[in-house]
């Protein structure tokens, strides 16, 4: 016990040197006040349960494109998907056999149960009872990636299946029971998968309906079908131990690599070169280059109607975009503005996306409004208050370009708080963690 004390308290204090300082930066995120309904984005459903045995029942989302027609938007495939091959399933409910003879068994089916619980989110008390009364859980999203449990688990428990198949000793009764348990097994899958292919549950999702859908997902069930019943016939041979049980348990990786690699394979193999990928922002990026001169500015490429670049991809172009995409996103990270074009004027965002009424599309706008990156101003508004700031900076009496709103005390007031244009401010390096003005 003192040497597991001592193992746990030294990986304790390691971990704080991140923990501690993350931890603080996240109360200053919109995750210190997560509500509910933001927690439970991502999280799974009864109805995907047949997920487990046709991961793309509800379609996919990935690096190919995305055709997902399930619940929540296109991102809820990858994030609620739990499928763990047809083979590792069924031997996964075979492992029930063995619940009396392994204390490993039972803790682990109720691991894997649990995972699926916590996943269910608002769908399921589990979730909701964790983000009330279990410290720090209340600011986690996604409670479908608790699924990463079930695989785990399901792994194991496939295991332990397998093992006791090909090396321990089995009663008639223990070789029946699992026979029965892989039959049953097999064949509720088989009927399942003739269900859908028959259209007879058209009547319980809707998207089922459309005859496009309809034949993609007729047309994806064909190869697990197939997949199911030669899991089965395989397990089967294992089980009669006969003397091809030797090919039969290579057949057995075989199959499960196939599964796997129709299932996964492409997820984020995109036939698009990279390059090719990347450039198609170059006309854009080459503008921006040419007309700002070398000047420090921001750029607006997302609205409601779409983007002009990829969210993140002004790192690599070097381009200082206004959004992005991080997940702790500061509760400040945008100013409060009286509306959209004075935010942008705020965040110094020269160019701006804008919809191109006559082409039918988004174009790039250049403003004239923008504050600069690094300016002075003679006049400020203490407010310790962050609601009197908000509604301070939402006035029309706030004038960003000749006051700046504060909610510490700097100690001094400038004499003179009228406006001049009689100043400067010129960036002489601008660095990833440090910047140096002329002033």
């Known amino acids: ?9 030294l990986s304790v204090a390691v971990a704080m040197i991140q923990l501690l300082p993350t931890m603080e930066f996240a109360d200053l995120t919109f ?18 349960l047949i997920t487990f045995l046709y991961p793309k029942f509800f379609g996919t989302a990935g690096a190919g494109g995305y055709n997902y027609h399930g619940l929540g938007t296109y991102w809820n495939y990858w994030e609620t998907c739990m499928y763990f091959g047809i083979l590792p399933l069924l031997l996964l409910l075979m492992s029930l056999t063995l619940i009396k003879k392994s204390k490993y068994i039972p803790f682990l089916w109720g691991f894997g149960i649990f995972a699926v619980l916590f996943a269910l989110g608002n769908n399921f008390v589990v979730h909701r009872f964790f983000f009330d009364f279990v410290p720090r859980f209340d600011t986690f999203r996604n409670p479908a990636r608790m699924g990463v449990f079930l695989t785990f688990g399901a792994a194991l428990l496939a295991g332990f299946s397998l093992q006791h198949i090909l090396y321990d000793h089995r009663t008639q009764q223990e070789s029946r029971r699992l026979r029965t348990i892989l039959l049953t097994g097999t064949g509720v899958s088989v009927a399942i998968y003739l269900l859908l ?16 859908t309809f034949s993609s997902l007729k047309k994806d069930a064909l190869p697990a079908l197939f997949i199911t019943v030669l899991s089965g016939i395989l397990l089967l041979v294992l089980l009669k131990g006969t003397t091809a049980i030797r090919w039969a348990g290579l057949a057995v990786l075989v199959v499960l690599l196939i599964d796997m690699s129709v299932f996964g394979g492409e997820q984020n193999n995109s036939k698009t070169n990279p390059v090719d990928y990347f450039n ?31 969210r993140n991809q002004g790192l690599m172009d070097r381009i200082m975009l206004m959004e992005g ?6 509760q400040r990270y945008l100013p409060p503005a009286r509306d959209w074009s004075q935010l942008c004027d705020m965040m110094n965002a020269k160019y701006r996306i804008a919809l191109d009424e006559q082409g039918q599309g988004l174009t790039l706008s250049r403003a004239t409004t923008y504050l600069p990156r690094a300016y002075m101003v003679y006049d400020a508004r203490i407010l310790t208050d962050s609601a009197a700031i908000f509604q301070f900076m939402q006035s029309k009496d706030f004038e960003p370009a000749r006051t700046v709103a504060i909610d510490v005390d700097p100690g001094f007031r400038p004499a003179d708080t009228s406006y001049t244009a009689q100043w400067s401010a010129q960036f002489a390096s601008y660095n990833l963690n440090s910047m140096s003005l002329n002033v």
Request: proline share 2%; net charge positive; no cysteine.
């Open 197 to 212: 292919i028959s259209g007879s549950l058209a009547g319980s999702f809707e998207f089922m309906k459309d005859s496009a």
């Open 280 to 310: 198609r922002a170059k006309p854009i990026v080459d503008f921006i280059r040419q007309d700002s001169k070398g000047e420090i500015v921001r750029v607006n490429m997302r609205n409601q109607q779409g983007m002009l670049m990829d």
């Open 31 to 48: 995750r210190a006040q997560i509500t509910y309904q933001k927690a439970t984005e991502g999280q799974f459903a009864w109805e995907q």
């Open 325 to 330: 995409y991080t997940p702790l996103v500061l």
């Open 1 to 9: 016990l003192a040497k597991a004390a001592v193992i746990v308290g």
